[in-house]
C-alpha cells in the first residue's frame, strides 16, 4: 500500500516529467520553424544542425527524422539519409514519408530494387500520391531491367569479345564503291589522305576498312605497358595537343598549321578526343589510321 506522501511524491514527479516533456517539445517544435527557414534558403548542413537539436529534445518524432534525411539526400549524403528515415518509420510505421525518404536515397544510389519496396510502402499508405506512383514506375522498371540483365547474363568463363567475331578480310567491297580504299592490308599516308578529303565531303569509309583501322589500333594498344617513354631528339619537335572533342574540321585545320603527322613531326591527342560532337568517326578513324600507319607518329 502507497502511503499518502509517496502517492504525493509520485504526482510530483510526474507532473515535473510531463512539464518537462512539454517544454522539450515546445524547444523542438519552436527549432523546426527556424529549419523551414533554412531549407528556404537551400542551408541543408543548418537545416541538418537544427534538426539534430531538435531530435535530441525529441527523439520520439518521426517527422524530425524523416525531415533530416530529406536534408541528408540534398547534400547527397544518402547513407545517413537511409538511417534516418530508417528511425523514422521504426518511431511511426505507418509514417509515408518516411519510406519515401529513405525510397529517394535507395533510388539516387541505384539500390533500385531496396527502393521499390519502400515506394510500394508509399502507395500503401497513400494510394493517391502521384509523386510516389511515378517514382514507384521508374523503380519499377529499372528492377525490370536489372532481372532482364541477370537472365541473359554470361558466365565471366564463357565470355567473349565481340573482336573473336570479326573478320574484316572476309567482308567484300561493293564494286560501286568509289571511296578510299586499303591496298594490301597496309595504311599508308595516300590513303589516309584520301579518308580525310571524302570525310570533308560527307563520304563514308568502307566498314570493312573501318573495322580494319580499329582493330589494328586494338591490337597496337593491348601491347604498349600503360606508361610509354618519349624521346625528343635536340632540334626537334613534339606537338601535344589538348582536347578535339569530335570537331573534325578543328582537327583539319591543326594539321593544316602544323603539318601531318609524321616520324619528323609526331603528335600526342591528350583526352578527350571523341565524347560530345557530331564528328567522333570521322576524328577517331583518322586519328586511328595515322597510329596504324606508323606507331611512333601519333600516340592517343
Request: aromatic letters at 10%.
Amino acid at each position: 500500500m502507497y502511503t499518502v506522501v509517496t502517492l504525493f511524491l509520485l504526482l510530483l514527479c510526474l507532473r515535473s516529467m510531463a512539464t518537462e516533456n512539454s517544454t522539450n517539445s515546445d524547444g523542438a517544435e519552436q527549432l523546426k520553424l527556424s529549419v523551414n527557414e533554412a531549407f528556404k534558403a537551400h542551408k541543408y548542413s543548418l537545416a541538418i544542425d537544427l534538426y539534430t537539436q531538435a531530435i535530441e529534445l525529441n527523439s520520439e518524432n518521426a517527422v524530425y527524422w524523416a525531415n533530416r534525411a530529406f536534408a541528408h539526400t540534398k547534400l547527397e549524403e544518402y547513407g545517413c539519409a537511409i538511417l534516418d528515415a530508417t528511425k523514422a518509420v521504426e518511431i511511426d510505421p505507418k509514417y509515408s514519408k518516411g519510406y519515401y525518404r529513405r525510397g529517394a536515397a535507395y533510388l539516387a544510389m541505384g539500390k533500385f530494387k531496396m527502393a521499390l519496396k519502400d515506394f510500394q510502402q508509399v502507395k500503401k499508405i497513400c494510394p493517391n500520391d502521384l509523386d510516389a506512383a511515378k517514382k514507384l514506375k521508374e523503380c519499377e522498371k529499372a528492377v525490370m531491367k536489372l532481372n532482364f540483365e541477370e537472365a541473359i547474363a554470361v558466365p565471366e568463363s564463357e565470355r567473349r569479345s565481340i573482336v573473336d567475331s570479326i573478320d574484316y578480310r572476309a567482308i567484300d567491297v561493293e564494286p560501286q564503291y568509289a571511296s578510299a580504299r586499303i591496298e594490301n592490308d597496309v595504311v599508308t599516308l595516300d590513303f589516309v589522305k584520301k579518308m580525310m578529303d571524302d570525310f570533308k565531303n560527307q563520304k563514308c569509309l568502307h566498314k570493312r576498312y573501318a573495322y580494319q583501322i580499329v582493330l589494328q589500333t586494338r591490337e597496337m594498344l593491348q601491347s604498349l605497358p600503360s606508361l610509354v617513354d618519349l624521346n625528343v631528339p635536340t632540334g626537334k619537335h613534339f606537338t601535344v595537343c589538348g582536347d578535339v572533342h569530335d570537331q573534325f574540321y578543328d582537327l583539319l585545320n591543326i594539321f593544316e598549321l602544323n603539318g601531318l603527322p609524321s616520324e619528323d613531326n609526331p603528335y600526342l591527342f591528350n583526352g578527350d578526343t571523341v565524347d560530345r560532337g557530331s564528328f567522333s568517326l570521322e576524328v577517331i578513324l583518322t586519328l586511328f589510321s595515322f597510329k596504324c600507319m606508323s606507331p611512333s607518329v601519333l600516340m592517343v
